[in-house]
């Protein structure tokens, strides 16, 4: 009775701190280092009370081959962190960065044992929370509406703004905000292609509603990585859907390109790369892969060390930062061996969301959001081409979330795990 009581406990907590984590993920970090670490707190204790009671059970929710390469990625880089750096200051910010791992499990946990259909019933939370970030990066674009900060980040072009949402960085929120609007897109597409109760029903309208206004937010972001990607994985997921949609939206898309190139506009001068003649942002990037790749092959198993490439190093330019490329980054840093632990799991929860969303027998919500997993993976991918999305805190967040629900779906498929 006492363990009962203490796991009803845990689970209460564990469902506050979840239902908070994707509010927490559009605007606020410290919100999510809070519910996060709640939820790991929480998921630990019930793993032990699960494990003193049936601990076969309790070590077979988390066994899968995708903890090889995320065990690998642990081990490489802790190598690297004690082999290539010198500080002891340094090799314990490296591990700090490795608590990923620990959220990742804990979160994965959870969801594997408690994961319901009823959870459906969140989903207006989630859709509200697009569509309000949405109208306040529609707002923030026009008039740079901030909450105070110890300096503004919004760069003032003319008379417009750039969106940061509640970040501080641009490329934070495009990130955020791109990878709930897939997972909204996912789900409300699952919900047109199948049969549902007709009380879901005027959910589709609020979803596609929502879903149109984060686009637009997304846009307002001014981040061109956030433009080329979005567009991709829209046209991909509406044509997987529908192919006349994804045809539309492809010729919407190159219509817009063509309007604004020539425009004289913010948008025309995005797409033209001149907002800044002295040091484009393309150039910047190619001088920074140079650089990085140049790490690469003078350290090729353990690297320079983590994050050492975003310091000022005697063989290489000052001028020298993250690599703007994902796997670029973890070469350069941790070595070629962590970067092919970093590409295996990475290429494992693309599998298992692309596995579950192609289920005919999967459960329509477990499909839902299997087809926004897909398509926000594919999305925080494609932007780690052209910048470092897995390196910033409130991106990595988010995706690790992603991953461990991805994770725990396809673990209770897999092993026939009936839903409530």
């Given amino acids: 009775m006492r363990h009962l009581a203490t796991e009803t406990l845990f689970y209460r907590a564990g469902i506050f701190a979840l239902a908070l984590l994707p509010i927490a993920h559009l605007t606020s970090l410290g919100v999510m280092e809070s ?3 709640l939820l790991l707190a929480v998921s630990i204790g019930l793993f032990l009370i699960e494990w003193l009671t049936d601990g076969s059970a309790v070590f077979g929710r988390v066994r899968s081959i995708v903890v090889i390469p995320i065990v690998g990625y642990v081990a490489m880089t802790a190598t690297s962190a004690a082999v290539m750096l010198v500080h002891t200051e340094d090799q314990l910010s490296a591990l700090r960065e490795l608590k990923w791992v620990l959220y990742f499990f804990a979160f994965a946990y959870f969801f594997e ?5 009823s959870w459906e019933r969140y989903l207006p939370v989630f859709t509200s929370m697009v569509f309000l970030m949405g109208a306040f990066s ?11 900060r110890s300096e503004s980040v919004l760069d003032q072009w003319g008379e417009y703004f750039r969106v940061t949402g509640l970040f501080n960085l641009p490329q934070s929120f495009a990130g955020n905000l791109g990878m709930a609007l897939f997972m909204l897109l996912g789900v409300t597409l699952a919900q047109i292609d199948s049969p549902a109760p007709s009380e879901v029903r005027p959910a589709r309208y609020r979803c596609a509603a929502a879903s149109l206004l984060g686009a637009v937010g997304l846009i307002l972001t001014l981040t061109r990585a956030a433009w080329v990607a979005g567009a991709v994985v829209g046209v991909l997921a509406l044509g997987r859907a529908k192919k006349v949609w ?11 390109v063509a309007l604004g190139s020539g425009s004289q506009t913010i948008f025309g001068d995005r797409l033209s790369g001149d907002i800044d003649r002295s040091e484009r942002s393309i150039l910047h990037r190619e001088a920074l892969w140079e650089v990085n790749w140049g790490i690469v092959k003078d350290h090729p198993l353990l690297g320079v060390g983590p994050w050492q490439n975003l310091q000022d190093l005697p063989a290489y330019p ?5 690599a703007h490329n ?12 962590a970067a092919l632990f970093y590409l295996s799991f990475c290429a494992y929860f693309f599998w298992a969301a692309y596995s579950l969303s192609s289920c005919d027998t999967a459960h329509r919500v477990v499909r839902g959001l299997a087809l926004g997993s897909l398509y926000s993976q594919s999305y925080f991918h494609l932007l780690g081409l ?5 390196f910033d805190q409130e991106v990595k967040n988010m995706i690790v979330f992603i991953w461990a ?13 009936p839903l409530n």
């Fill in 386 to 390: 052209v910048d470092s999305p897995f």
């Fill in 113 to 117: 044992k408690y994961f319901i259909t």
């Fill in 405 to 417: 629900l991805t994770f725990a779906l396809h673990q209770r498929e897999r092993r026939g795990s």
């Fill in 138 to 148: 529609i707002a923030q674009f026009f008039y740079g509406l901030e909450y105070p």
């Fill in 326 to 337: 994902n796997v670029l980054q973890v070469l350069a840093s941790q070595g070629v061996v």
């Fill in 246 to 256: 994804g045809v539309t939206l492809l010729l919407a898309v190159l219509v817009l």
């Fill in 35 to 37: 519910a996060g670490f």
């Fill in 318 to 322: 000052s001028d020298i930062t993250h």
